[in-house]
T-cell receptor, first 115, second 117 residues
Framework: GNSVTQMEGPVTLSEEAFLTINCTYTATGYPSLFWYVQYPGEGLQLLLK?????DKGSNKGFEATYRKETTSFHLEKGSVQVSDSAVYFC??????????????FGQGTTLQVKP | DARVTQTPRDKVTEMGQEVTMRCQPILGHNTVFWYRQTMMQGLELLAY????????DSGMPKDRFSAEMPDATLATLKIQPSEPRDSAVYFC???????????????FGQGTRLTVV
C-alpha cells in the first residue's frame, strides 16, 4: 500500500550541527511530497514541498530533494538552532489513483537541539 | 493571513456525551482533511472531502463518528456517543487540489484537544 517511513527519533544534535532526517515512501504512481513541522502544543506547519522527481523544496534553511530512483525525500539543514527543536513529519499525496489528493503521513521524528 | 480555524480548542466531556468539532477551511481551498493525533497511534487520517463531497472515510469508526461539510465554509466532525478512548487532538487541514486532483498545498488548524472522562 501507500506509506511513508521516517527514521526513528529522537534525534539529538548540538547547535550548528548538520541535520538529516530520512524519509522514504511507497506509493502507486508519482506522489507529491511534503515536510511538516510541529512545535509543542501547535498544529502542523508546512515546511517545504516537491511535486515531481528531482524537485528541491527549501524553506528557512531546510531543504529536501525528491529522489524517484530511491523513493526518498530526506530533510537536511546545514546548521541547526535550538529553535528547530520540534517534531518533523514527512508526507505524500497521491496522484492519478482513486485516492488522488489523499495526504498520508509518516510517524514523525523528534529533533532535540542542545545549546 | 489565511488560516484554518478550529473550534473549540479544548473540550472536556463525559463519556456518552455528543461532541461536535468545527473547522473553517481557507477560502478558495477545495479539500478538507480530518486527522486524529495520539502518542500511541501518531497521525491518523479519519476522512477527507473534495468540493464538499466525502472521498474517503475509511479511517473513521462509523458507528460513532460522522463527518460532514454543510457548506464550503464549515466542516464538522461529530462523535456520538463519546468514549474515553476518543481522547486525542483532532486536526483539520485545508488543502488545494488542482488539475486531476493533485494536492498542491495543505495547511493545518491548531487542533481541538478532546478529553473524554
Amino acid at each position: 500500500g501507500n506509506s511513508v517511513t521516517q527514521m526513528e527519533g529522537p534525534v539529538t544534535l548540538s547547535e550548528e550541527a548538520f541535520l538529516t532526517i530520512n524519509c522514504t515512501y511507497t506509493a502507486t504512481g508519482y506522489p507529491s511530497l511534503f515536510w511538516y513541522v510541529q512545535y509543542p502544543g501547535e498544529g502542523l506547519q508546512l515546511l517545504l514541498k516537491a511535486t515531481k522527481a528531482d524537485d528541491k523544496g527549501s524553506n528557512k534553511g531546510f531543504e529536501a530533494t525528491y529522489r524517484k530512483e530511491t523513493t526518498s525525500f530526506h530533510l537536511e539543514k546545514g546548521s541547526v538552532q535550538v529553535s528547530d527543536s520540534a517534531v518533523y513529519f514527512c508526507a505524500l499525496s497521491l496522484h492519478g489513483s482513486s485516492n488522488t489528493g489523499k495526504l498520508i503521513f509518516g510517524q514523525g521524528t523528534t529533533l532535540q537541539v542542545k545549546p | 493571513d489565511a488560516r484554518v480555524t478550529q473550534t473549540p480548542r479544548d473540550k472536556v466531556t463525559e463519556m456518552g456525551q455528543e461532541v461536535t468539532m468545527r473547522c473553517q477551511p481557507i477560502l478558495g481551498h477545495n479539500t478538507v482533511f480530518w486527522y486524529r493525533q495520539t502518542m500511541m497511534q501518531g497521525l491518523e487520517l479519519l476522512a477527507y472531502f473534495r468540493n464538499r463531497a466525502p472521498l474517503d472515510d475509511s479511517g473513521m469508526p462509523k458507528d460513532r463518528f460522522s463527518a460532514e461539510m454543510p457548506d464550503a465554509t464549515l466542516a464538522t466532525l461529530k462523535i456520538q456517543p463519546s468514549e474515553p478512548r476518543d481522547s486525542a487532538v483532532y486536526f483539520c487541514a485545508s488543502g488545494l487540489a488542482q488539475g486531476a486532483g493533485v494536492l498542491t498545498e495543505a495547511f493545518f488548524g491548531q487542533g481541538t484537544r478532546l478529553t473524554v472522562v
